[in-house]
């Protein structure tokens, strides 16, 4: 009796119970067909899905093909990008360097030294063989050094012409004229002239000049107070919305020393019928946007 194992034994006889039923079943034409109604049915059922699980499979494997297609084709064309720079960094001259350097300007491991007498450097923008009937007026000399002194800023570093290009780029007022005056309501202008206007469109493209010139510094370079500015214009521009250049009243009285007083305030609405500003109200905040 120690090796008797009930839950085997009780196992067993579900088993031979389930065969009992099954053998019942079958003795009954009724439930043979039953029986076989129900194989022909989970039959079919499994054919469906091997269809199914087949089509699936194809689908994958055209997915799949065509991502690694995709995929080595931006891999060719970022090779080609690569191979394009290079070949440029190679073959691009740089005039202000030419192949019989003075030795002053290496090193003691033999390369080139670009902030060793930096000062004394041959600029001339042309070839010391060349004969005085053949030399460049004054004029072309002095565009071609100014190329060059460029090209150097780059090289050292130097982000002035960056800077001065940057500015450039911030979209400021067009200046109004008299025949834009007159096409202003009456009502409107008051006794305002072109000269009043362009005044305050002075004020405020001097404002954005100041705004995005200190925007476009690294924080790290700002004094407090421009950084406490810094951080309150990132929180307005995710309310008026990205790459949308604005200022506020408070702007224009900081950074043009101009007051925004009830004649500016007239003016404003002057040069939104001018399409030179619009205006947009958030949070109780007065945005003003260049067209």
């Given at each position: 009796m120690?090796?008797?194992?009930?839950?085997k034994?009780?196992?067993?006889?579900?088993?031979?119970s389930?065969?009992?039923?099954?053998?019942?079943?079958l003795?009954?034409?009724?439930?043979?067909?039953?029986?076989?109604?129900?194989y022909?049915?989970?039959?079919?059922?499994v054919?469906?899905?091997?269809?199914?699980i087949s089509?699936?499979?194809?689908?994958?494997?055209?997915?799949?093909?065509?991502?690694?297609?995709y995929?080595?084709?931006q891999?060719?064309e970022?090779?080609m990008?690569v191979?394009?720079?290079?070949?440029?960094?190679?073959?691009?001259?740089l005039?202000?360097?030419?192949?019989?350097?003075?030795?002053?300007?290496?090193?003691?491991?033999g390369?080139?030294?670009?902030?060793?007498?930096?000062n004394?450097?041959?600029?001339?923008?042309?070839?010391?063989?060349?004969?005085d009937?053949?030399?460049?007026?004054?004029?072309?000399?002095?565009?071609?050094?100014?190329?060059?002194?460029?090209?150097m800023?780059?090289?050292?570093?130097?982000?002035?012409?960056?800077?001065?290009?940057q500015?450039?780029?911030?979209?400021l007022?067009?200046l109004?004229?008299?025949?834009?005056?007159?096409s202003?309501?009456?009502?409107?202008?008051?006794r305002?002239?072109?000269?009043?206007?362009?005044?305050?469109i002075d004020?405020?493209n001097?404002?954005?000049?100041?705004?995005?010139?200190?925007?476009?510094?690294p924080?790290?370079?700002?004094?407090?107070?421009?950084l406490?500015?810094?951080?309150?214009?990132k929180?307005?521009?995710s309310t008026v919305?990205?790459?949308?250049?604005f200022v506020?009243?408070?702007?224009?009285?900081?950074?043009?020393?101009t007051?925004?007083?009830?004649?500016?305030?007239?003016?404003?609405?002057?040069?939104?019928h001018?399409k030179?500003?619009?205006?947009?109200?958030?949070?109780?905040?007065?945005?003003?946007?260049?067209?």
């Amino acid at each position: 009796m120690s090796n008797f194992d009930l839950e085997k034994m009780v196992s067993t006889v579900d088993n031979l119970s389930t065969c009992l039923d099954v053998m019942l079943c079958l003795k009954n034409p009724e439930g043979g067909k039953e029986i076989l109604g129900t194989y022909e049915k989970l039959d079919s059922l499994v054919i469906s899905f091997d269809d199914q699980i087949s089509t699936l499979k194809n689908v994958l494997i055209k997915e799949k093909n065509a991502r690694q297609t995709y995929f080595q084709k931006q891999v060719d064309e970022l090779k080609m990008i690569v191979d394009r720079c290079e070949h440029m960094i190679t073959n691009i001259p740089l005039n202000s360097f030419h192949t019989n350097e003075p030795e002053h300007l290496f090193n003691q491991n033999g390369t080139k030294d670009f902030k060793v007498n930096m000062n004394n450097m041959s600029m001339s923008p042309v070839a010391s063989s060349w004969t005085d009937m053949y030399s460049p007026t004054e004029t072309t000399i002095h565009q071609n050094t100014m190329s060059n002194n460029t090209m150097m800023s780059a090289i050292m570093g130097h982000s002035k012409f960056h800077t001065s290009k940057q500015i450039l780029d911030t979209p400021l007022l067009k200046l109004v004229d008299n025949d834009e005056m007159n096409s202003v309501p009456k009502y409107m202008k008051g006794r305002l002239n072109s000269l009043n206007i362009n005044t305050v469109i002075d004020s405020i493209n001097k404002a954005l000049e100041n705004k995005y010139e200190i925007l476009r510094k690294p924080k790290s370079s700002l004094k407090k107070k421009d950084l406490d500015a810094y951080n309150d214009w990132k929180i307005q521009q995710s309310t008026v919305g990205q790459g949308q250049y604005f200022v506020t009243a408070e702007d224009i009285t900081k950074y043009s020393e101009t007051k925004v007083d009830k004649t500016t305030l007239n003016i404003i609405p002057i040069l939104r019928h001018l399409k030179r500003l619009k205006e947009s109200r958030v949070g109780g905040f007065v945005f003003y946007l260049p067209y």
